[in-house]
């Protein structure tokens, strides 16, 4: 029992990873990763953790009304958020919006604008990566 639930769990686990599979994600992030490993030379990997606690986390230095992330785009990335003027947010997690992190040009937009409403500055590399790496996997 133990060996065919390992294999489901392996199966189950390649196909998350497949599904978030893209290749213009793909080039996104190894931008991010030459530009943190430019600023870090010990910088190894993103971090889905790092990401998950990044967006969940409430953060200073932004707009009063806008503390995290999850403020617009909920606790839970698979369902669809609000903007504060009541317009529709399309779920972030790839697994729900599939295109989602895979033109640069909004990326870059979006991340301008999201870091400096949320953190007052804008976001590292590491924690773009972290945020996509984690929602890819969502």
Not at 17 to 42: F, Q, S, T, Y
Not at 75 to 84: A, F, H, L, N
Not at 97 to 107: G, I, L
Request: charge should be positive.
């Amino acid at each position: 029992m133990k060996g065919v639930l390992a294999i489901a769990l392996s199966v189950l686990a390649l196909g998350t990873a497949a599904a978030a599979a893209n290749p213009a994600r793909d080039a996104i992030l190894a931008a991010l990763a030459a530009e943190a490993k430019g600023a870090d030379p010990g910088f190894a990997a993103f971090s889905a953790p790092r990401g998950q606690t990044f967006f969940m986390a409430n953060h200073t230095g932004g707009k009063p009304d806008t503390p995290s992330c999850s403020t617009c785009h909920t606790r839970d990335p698979t369902q669809e958020g609000q903007t504060r003027a009541a317009k529709s947010i399309a779920p972030m997690a790839v697994s729900r919006t599939p295109d989602r992190f895979t033109d640069a040009e909004k990326v870059a937009k979006w991340f301008a604008r999201n870091c400096n409403s949320v953190l007052g500055r804008e976001c590292t590399a590491v924690e773009k990566g972290d945020f996509i790496t984690y929602l890819a996997g969502k």
